[in-house]
């Protein structure tokens, strides 16, 4: 059996705020007086949005052709330099923002992210650098040493998250592409 009020809207409501004066307090026999509340002033506009630690960038990409133009998995903006990581937090690519060249020959080539650090708030930042703190990135030197290196102050860290559209027969081969990635 259908209920009769099924198909109308459901009405959500806050009750405004009430001020019950206290002479004005139900006598016996005597009707109430109710008044409003003031409304309360407004919150300032906001300010400039400031940017997040970590920014996202979700991308769309048809086919699993398109995995290996996917390679931009995190990009660390320092003042001068973009660095550009894959999924296994490895520097792939170096950009210089004045020129917008690769830096083929950069020494962060090859070598892994290891989080953060800023000494101005004793603070470590793992597994990628907080806006304000050095990168740091750890490489393996021939003596099986790891040699550890900084980037100057941290300015924007952006994740690049993919979604790529397969058919569904497609699924095992793309996941076995992006496993085998790093």
């Known amino acids: 059996m ?22 004005d307090l139900p006598k016996a026999g005597a009707a109430t007086r109710i008044q409003f509340a003031e409304p309360e002033p407004s919150p300032p506009p906001p300010g400039p949005m ?41 520097c792939i690519e170096v950009i210089d923002l004045a020129t917008g060249v690769t830096k083929k020959e950069h020494p962060f080539i090859g070598a892994r992210c290891a989080g953060g650090r800023n000494h101005d708030k004793s603070e470590l930042s793992f597994p990628l650098p907080a806006p ?18 900084v980037t100057s102050k941290v300015v924007r860290v952006m994740l690049h998250a993919s979604r790529v559209r397969i058919e569904q027969h497609q699924a095992d081969r793309v996941w076995g592409k992006i496993s085998t990635w790093g």
């Open 2 to 23: 259908s209920n009769q009020w099924d198909d109308e809207p459901t009405v959500v409501w806050s009750p405004p705020e009430w001020v019950v004066e206290e002479e």
């Open 50 to 90: 400031e940017r997040p630690d970590i920014e996202l960038d979700t991308r769309t990409v048809n086919g699993p052709t398109a995995l290996a133009s996917i390679r931009r998995v995190y990009e660390i903006w320092t003042k001068n330099r973009v660095y550009i990581l894959d999924s296994s937090m490895r």
């Open 132 to 149: 304000g703190s050095e990168a740091v990135f750890q490489k393996v030197e021939g003596t099986n040493r790891v040699k550890l290196s």
